[in-house]
């Protein structure tokens, strides 16, 4: 292995999708502040740049709204799992932040009169939930892509100094005080230790659990998974949403926009099945309840094949939109749909299956960003999060569409202001003497006999058996068998070597180390599913379909010690709406 180096700088980003660049921005605009970000991609191909359909702020350009009315319906789409206070700041900030970035010169779609325009998206309502309300701003369906160009273009003007492609394998924590982290530079294979007076994880989400998912190759979950190794509990892990319309078979993201602008989902039958399970909101429910409502339709032989032993599936019909609002709002899905499907969905209803999509836990933080540990313990100094891998919590218990993107650039710059502010006071923690010693250990594997397709057998059986038994809807038997079996495939990843002994570019030892961390993420999901005996929102029990506040209006957080799983709970803001049941 070649020699370990060390660089120091006062603030450390790993992540440069929309939340790690947001927050780059914020530390690096404060002079002097030596701001580095690290990335396991090259920055513009992060998840974040396949965002499609908008990001929702209550400007109320083109009917009337309220940013009130947003922090409601996040509580509400939330199952009421959301921290209440955590809700205002993202709806209220939400409008300054999208005016921001127009500024910084996001090209939006607009108005005739020049304003940003905005379209529906699902669980979003004017009045507390009167009807849908037009509150996503998008630039056609390529939002996240110009996010993500406008934020790394600042970037570059306020020379951050970027990593590309370093994988980060270890956080250094002593005691609560975070001191750095050490990555892998693919390019040579060599470890770098970052030394630092504050750190922020910003990896994004880890979809690649599952057999489908809408999600991109590297969303594996890395920096969840290394800070649970490092102790630091993970909060509402349970929670994973599925998308509605992701393309048969492959998963592939349909947006929610092309429901906002008029699609219509329809059974075998062409019924508009959603007017029986959500008479207001009709498919412009939120999603876990149209997710639900399609895997009913589909096993009860309603699907199109009406058959639900054959992967059915149900159409996405968006023939009434036309080709002219297609071609101008939506011109990515219609060529997906054009090369994936081979179909024109001006013609043709597009064929979908829930896929899925977005992790509403991760690591738990406080409304600066700042990682917070289990019970009493308070925050970890000089530790902070934000984005997909984190839980603030704004999305409780299910996300509304646009309200990610919101969360990054909302709760990115939070975190980013904090963070300048400490490492400006900050001084630089002692480095630990054996600060490599422990990701050495991880990326290690000449001791390891290589077993040819050995790791991608663990793999196909991880994300069968989330697909499977920790989907859409699960139950007791399922998920505590889950566990086992996840816990058996661990312990076989221990003794799988690395077939490839390069130090250049080793993908076999990246893939390795990626599955690593989905299966530690895969088995906190599974047990923290076992653990919570009620349905809420995306996670729905065959065995307890009731929402239980009085045992589960809580947040879990998990961690795992040698082995063994240990739960706690954290309690829920509900200082401004008192839960009520969820209709639609
Ligand atoms: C297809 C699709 C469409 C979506 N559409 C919308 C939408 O319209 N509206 C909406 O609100 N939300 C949408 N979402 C959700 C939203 O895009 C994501 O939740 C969000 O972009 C995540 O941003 P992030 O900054 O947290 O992470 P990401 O953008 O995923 O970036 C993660 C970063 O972390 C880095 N990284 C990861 N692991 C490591 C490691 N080990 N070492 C170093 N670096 C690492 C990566 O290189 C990358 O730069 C969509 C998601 C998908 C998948």
Redesign the pocket.
């Known amino acids: 292995m070649s020699k370990t180096q060390t660089h120091e700088f006062d603030a450390v980003i790993?992540?440069?999708?929309?939340?790690?660049l947001y927050a780059a921005l914020e530390a690096s605009s404060i002079p002097g502040n030596r701001t580095a970000v690290?990335?396991?991609?090259l920055?513009i191909r992060?998840?974040?740049g396949?965002?499609?359909?908008?990001?929702g702020a209550a400007l109320g350009n083109v009917e009337e709204d309220n940013p009130e009315w947003h922090a409601f319906d996040t509580v509400k789409g939330g199952d009421y799992l959301v921290d209440q206070q955590a809700a205002r700041i993202l709806a209220d900030d939400a409008v300054q932040a999208v005016y921001d970035l127009e500024n910084r010169g996001l090209p939006f779609n607009r108005t005739l009169d020049g304003r940003i325009d905005q379209r529906r998206f699902g669980g979003h309502t004017r009045n507390f939930g009167e009807a849908p309300v037009k509150r996503a701003c998008y630039a056609a369906d390529r939002?996240?892509h110009m996010i993500l160009q406008t934020l790394y273009q600042q970037c570059i003007k306020n020379e951050v100094a970027f990593f590309d492609e370093?994988?980060?394998v270890d956080v250094l924590i002593e005691g609560h005080r975070c001191a750095g982290v050490v990555?892998l530079e693919l390019a040579t294979g060599a470890l770098h230790v970052f030394h630092t007076k504050a750190v922020m994880i910003?990896?994004?989400?880890f979809g690649r659990m599952y057999r489908t998912t809408?999600?991109?190759y590297?969303?594996?979950g890395?920096?969840p998974a290394v800070l649970a190794r490092r102790g630091v509990p993970l909060e509402d892990m349970e929670f994973f949403q599925f998308h509605p319309t992701g393309i048969r078979g492959m998963g592939i993201?349909i947006?929610e926009a092309v429901r906002g602008e008029g699609g219509i989902l329809r059974n075998r039958e062409g019924e508009r099945f959603m007017e029986r399970y959500a008479p207001t909101m009709l498919d412009l429910a939120p999603r876990d309840m149209i997710a639900r409502a399609m895997m009913t339709e589909i096993n009860t032989g309603h699907g199109i094949l009406g058959d639900p032993s054959q992967d059915d599936y149900l159409h996405l019909d968006a023939t009434a939109l036309g080709a002219d609002v297609l071609a101008k709002k939506l011109p990515d899905i219609r060529e997906f749909c054009q090369t994936y499907l081979g179909l024109d969905p001006a013609d043709k209803p597009i064929p979908v299956q829930p896929t899925a999509?977005?992790a509403m836990g991760g690591i738990p933080t406080d409304l600066d960003g700042r990682v917070t540990a289990d019970g009493e313990a308070g925050v970890y100094e000089g530790l902070y999060a934000a984005?997909?891998?984190a839980c603030v919590s704004v999305h409780g218990a299910n996300r509304l569409?646009?309200?990610?993107?919101?969360d990054?650039i909302v709760y990115g710059r939070r975190a980013g202001r904090h963070m300048a502010e400490f490492v400006r006071q900050a001084d630089l923690p002692t480095l630990p003497g054996d600060a490599a010693t422990h990701a050495e250990m991880i990326v290690k594997r000449s001791d390891k006999k290589p077993q040819p397709g050995q790791a991608a057998k663990i793999r196909t059986s991880m994300r069968d058996i989330m697909m499977d038994s920790v989907g859409v809807y699960r139950s007791g038997a399922g998920l505590s068998k889950a566990v086992e079996q996840f816990k058996a495939l661990r312990a076989e990843a221990q003794d799988v070597g690395v077939g490839d002994t390069n130090q250049a570019y080793n993908t076999d030892l990246l893939e390795f180390l990626e599955s690593q961390n989905l299966l530690d993420l895969a088995l906190v999901t599974a047990a923290s599913a076992a653990h919570r005996e009620e349905s809420r929102g995306a996670h729905s029990r065959e065995d307890f379909p009731e929402r239980l506040d009085e045992r589960f209006l809580c947040h879990t957080l998990v961690t795992v010690e040698d082995g063994s799983i240990r739960f706690a709970t954290k309690p829920v803001d509900t200082s401004i709406w008192k839960p009520k049941p969820r209709a639609y």
């Open positions: 790993v992540g440069a999708g929309g939340a790690g690290l990335s396991k991609l920055p992060s998840h974040t396949t965002a499609q359909g908008g990001i939002t996240g370093f994988h980060i990555a910003a990896t994004g989400g809408s999600n991109a590297a969303n594996t890395d920096g993201l947006t999509h977005y984005g997909e891998c569409g646009t309200n990610s993107l919101v990054l």
